[in-house]
């Protein structure tokens, strides 16, 4: 039950585009890089995972909220956030192949190549040692392993103080040392490192006018802090309480590659927790916790998750660490989590003049709140679950199949109905069939080719339920419902088979086990 594993990535790229998840963007003319258009199945699972949020976030929580905030906002904003002075990024070029990279990237990659290098040696001695194997003390006194931790952590830490001094000249300096080469042409030939605004500008009215210049929002976050007094009030809400949102993020990314992961418009999903500063480390601890039972909740396999706390805290952040997933290629950010301290609110109060504090009646004062949020980021989601699910597995005749393991509460189609033959009623009472659950499921219907054929069909879709009409249906009203991983077939009464299907694909009982 291997995954594809000769290139993973390129696999999932190829299986969305042929079986109808994600297209490249404007592809009749050459498509547009790093922009994507989710397809026939693909925009149902981005809603499935958006109810799964939302639903967990919203409605399963009296204190959260959620608002849908415009994509466009006031200039002034980003210039409150730090976002027109301060977002931007390092960047290097390389002089031979022209490519141009995030300097704080090729060192992050350089620590990931050595820390695997580590891993490797650390596979070895267990497969000799066997039992008697002290992983602990291996890491600790092997000569190999502790030269390349010290040079992991010479590399971080020449990593975050360059960043926090704002130092470019010391990150080149750093990658020349180290002897980083471009991942393309292998140049060790490198440009000076600059900063580079991520954000998209655009002009609000005509030019002739006199056009102001906006911004498309980078983040999704800000739209929450400009409207918490709105929503503190209109949602009567005390501390502590969240805003949660869903919307569209647009940052211009340098190098935008690995398909869905870096993307220059992309969705993400925000929560903002306000709490009376002193108390934000432990909302800081409760969100960790609770985000990552989120995600572990969907069987993905618990061990490709892993907290990486920031070595580089942002300006407005008094802790950080990433929800990591082990994508394709290796573990990267899924999603963040941040104590952002009071730097929103409080800026927003200095640049607009008002004052955004909470009156907490059983203090008797007003303060302005910290937030704790979590990120992620739709797209990654999206990119996680499909690297999860998209299997290749050998079967006990020799044949393959190409099997999309999707959780069915996430499924784009719950259940496929399958008139054995198209003739003899079989299709009639397929689609009475249809009628009766199409409120409930997202169904499709299927006539063309073999049954065998079918199948594969809708594994390839990562469809968890075949429901197959017969001539044994036509007398007895029961059908054969066959289970996508698990490929057993079992027959069951058409009478039960709502309550059955609901049982194994809703996302309420996804909700339940939360
Ligand atoms: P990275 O370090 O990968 O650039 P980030 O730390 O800048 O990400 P945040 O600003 O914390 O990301 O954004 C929160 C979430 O939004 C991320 O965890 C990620 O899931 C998602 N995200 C950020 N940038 C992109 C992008 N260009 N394409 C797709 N998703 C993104």
């Known amino acids: 039950m291997a995954k594809t594993d000769d290139n993973p990535l390129k696999n999932i790229i190829a299986h969305t585009k042929e079986y109808g998840y994600i297209y490249p963007s404007s592809e009749i003319y050459e498509g547009l890089s790093a922009a994507y258009d989710y397809g026939v199945y693909g925009s149902e699972l981005k809603n499935n ?18 608002i849908d905030a415009s994509i466009f906002m006031h200039p002034t904003t980003w210039k409150a956030s730090g976002h027109v002075d301060a977002f931007n990024d390092p960047m290097i070029d390389n002089k031979d192949s022209k490519k141009r990279y995030r300097a704080d990237n090729l060192i992050e990659d350089y620590v990931t190549k050595i820390e695997a290098k580590i891993n490797k040696e650390v596979d070895k001695a267990k497969k000799r040692f066997g039992d008697a194997f002290d992983e602990e003390q291996f890491r600790s006194t092997n000569p ?9 952590e010479d590399a971080n830490s020449r990593l975050k103080s360059a960043m926090d001094s704002g130092e470019l000249s010391d990150l080149k300096t750093l ?22 605004n991520l954000m998209f500008s655009t002009e609000l009215g ?6 102001s210049k906006i911004y498309l929002r980078p983040e999704t976050a800000q739209g929450i802090f400009v409207n918490f007094l709105n929503v503190q009030k209109t949602g009567r809400k005390k501390i502590p309480f969240g805003i949660a949102q869903i ?15 870096r993307m220059r418009e992309f969705e993400q999903m925000e929560m903002q927790f306000f709490v009376k500063p002193g108390e934000e480390m432990h909302w800081y601890e409760y969100w960790k916790e609770h985000r ?23 300006h407005y952040a008094n802790a950080a660490c990433d929800i990591e997933y082990n994508f394709p290629m290796g573990f990267k950010e899924l999603e963040g989590i941040h104590s952002r301290t009071d730097f929103d609110l409080k800026s927003h109060e200095q640049y607009s003049g008002k004052k955004l504090q909470y009156f907490d009646t059983q203090a008797n004062e007003s303060y302005v709140p910290y937030v704790v949020e979590t990120s992620i980021g739709l797209d990654r989601m999206f990119l996680a679950v499909l690297s999860s699910a998209l299997q290749e597995e050998t079967l006990a005749d020799g044949s393959t199949r190409s099997v999309m393991k999707i959780p069915p509460a996430l499924a784009p189609v719950k259940v496929a109905v399958l008139p054995l033959v198209a003739k003899d009623g079989l299709p009639e009472k397929a689609t009475a069939i249809m009628e009766d659950l199409k409120f409930d499921f997202n169904l499709q219907y299927e006539e063309k ?23 044994d249906s036509l007398n007895d009203d029961t059908v054969t419902v066959r289970n996508r991983d698990t490929m057993e077939q079992k027959r069951i009464s ?6 059955e299907l609901h049982e194994a694909t809703s996302i309420n009982r996804l909700l339940k086990q939360l």
Request: hydrophobic share 40%; net charge positive.
């Open 292 to 314: 990552m039972r989120w995600h572990k909740n969907l069987n993905l396999g618990d061990a490709n998750y892993r907290f990486h706390d920031h070595l580089n805290l942002a």
């Open 49 to 66: 995972i958006k109810e799964y949020w939302w639903k967990s976030m919203v409605h399963l929580n009296e204190n959260i909220v959620g």
């Open 247 to 261: 919307g569209k993020a647009f940052r211009n990314e340098i190098i935008a590659r690995q398909f869905i992961f």
């Open 449 to 471: 080719d073999s049954i065998g054929k079918r199948y594969r069909r809708q594994d390839a879709i990562g469809t968890p339920y075949c429901v197959t009409i017969d001539h």
């Open 206 to 211: 005509s030019l002739a006018e006199g056009a």
């Open 144 to 152: 190999r392993v502790t030269a390349n931790q010290q040079k992991i």
């Open 494 to 499: 058409v009478a039960e088979l709502k309550a």
């Open 175 to 196: 990658i020349e040392e180290v002897g980083i080469a471009d991942p393309v042409s292998g140049s060790k030939n490198w440009t000076d490192v600059r900063q580079f």
